[in-house]
């Protein structure tokens, strides 16, 4: 993207600015799409999509799924290494207080409302997301915990 409003570079970061800046356009890392009456929406960042078995999926739909469950106070969806799909869609959620859910309950509860190829294939409920100072669950640090020592970010 470009426009008057657009940041020129990152502060004091001459690598990430290169990295992602070319002939002054912004490579946000937002996907979206232009609908025929030319607005535009925002998907997901790319690198929060999961590549499972050729599909494209974005967590941030599963996530707005699994939090309308009346259980879930707040969702992490994220790819986790599958050997023959390449990542396989993992959610770790935290439950209202008072609240109990059984994992295949949630799964199912995704596929009726996705369908099957955008519904966890695991599901861990944790007591606690990391999150931002501003309350945001940070996704990649979930991510990367299944990740740790693999060489390649993708199976």
Request: hydrophobic share 40%; charged share 30%; glycine share 8%.
């Amino acid at each position: 993207m470009r426009s008057r409003s657009t940041i020129k570079g990152y502060y004091k970061n001459p690598e990430k600015t290169a990295e992602e800046f070319v002939d002054d356009y912004w490579k946000s890392g937002d996907m979206g799409y232009m609908d025929p009456q030319g607005f535009i929406y925002i998907v997901d960042r790319k690198k929060d999509m999961i590549i499972s078995g050729g599909f494209n999926i974005y967590a941030t739909e599963v996530e707005a799924v699994i939090n309308g469950h009346d259980a879930i106070l707040m969702s992490a969806v994220v790819g986790i290494p599958h050997e023959e799909w390449g990542e396989a869609v993992h959610a770790e959620v935290m439950l209202r207080e008072g609240m109990l859910l059984e994992e295949q309950e949630l799964i199912d509860f995704v596929k009726n409302k996705l369908g099957r190829y955008k519904a966890p294939k695991s599901v861990s409920i944790v007591a606690q997301l990391p999150t931002s100072a501003v309350g945001k669950v940070l996704r990649r640090s979930v991510r990367d915990k299944y990740w740790k020592g693999s060489a390649r970010q993708i199976s």
